[in-house]
């Protein structure tokens, strides 16, 4: 069936070093939003992108949608404690006739002080 | 956030038990989802609810059964669960139910079956 993957699945890393999350998915994607759930939290919506190529930030958070629009990227920039969290991707397969977003597993972040 | 209230927030249950967890929104959204997250897995859809309408039933069991009485609130009734059913359940609304449109999570229900 049509699947979402992630990578790394767990990256611990140092406070100021950079993380980034791979997203890639089987097939064709009409869109991808991403989620950020902290520990004991539930998932909240951090943006969605729609064009082939596209390219938004949110201060240090970097997100990319791949020209095929089958990868996406989440990217930041010098990591501090508040990062800590599992980051997930999202994604409606092009040839959906549902519009139904399917989760990759996550990548869980660890920021080190 | 209170956007999106999820009531109980711990639940344990024996295999014959009936409850029901409880979703209610109050962000004015027309659709509204439930989701099965458990250890090291997706996030799984396993109903969808588009202006009261069920419009997606992802091969669920029968031992879980949704109610929509309105668009305002989502039950999922539970009854004679397994053990594997034990996860985090999530609610969720959105405007409407299409694929562009944000979705708002409820803070779960942590449901142990013994």
């Known amino acids: 069936g049509q699947q979402v993957m992630q990578i790394p699945q767990y990256q611990h890393v140092q406070e100021g070093e950079d993380f980034t999350t791979y997203c890639n998915s089987s097939t064709t994607l009409s869109n991808i939003q991403w989620y950020k759930q902290r520990p004991g939290g539930h998932p909240v919506f951090l943006i969605q992108?729609?064009?082939?190529?596209e390219v938004k930030k949110q201060k240090r958070l970097t997100f990319q949608f791949g020209e095929a629009k089958k990868n996406s990227s989440l990217h930041i920039t010098a990591t501090q404690t508040t990062d800590v969290g599992t980051y997930f991707c999202a994604g409606v397969p092009r040839s959906s006739n549902t519009g139904k977003l399917i989760f990759g597993q996550g990548t869980t972040l660890q920021v080190k002080p | 956030e209170t956007g999106v209230t999820q009531t109980p927030r711990h639940l344990v249950m024996g295999m014959t038990n009936k409850k029901s967890l409880k979703c209610e929104q109050h962000l004015g959204h027309n659709a509204m989802y439930w989701y099965k997250q458990s250890a090291k897995k997706p996030l799984e859809l396993m109903f969808v609810?588009?202006?009261?309408?069920?419009?997606e039933n992802n091969s669920v069991p029968s031992r879980f059964s949704p109610e929509c009485p309105n668009s305002s609130h989502l039950f999922l009734h539970l009854h004679t669960l397994q053990p594997e059913d034990s996860a985090l359940y999530l609610c969720a609304s959105s405007r409407i139910s299409v694929s562009t449109d944000t979705q708002y999570f409820g803070p779960g229900t942590r449901l142990t079956v013994l």
């Open positions: 609810y588009n202006f009261k309408e069920q419009t």
């Open positions: 992108l729609v064009k082939s190529g």
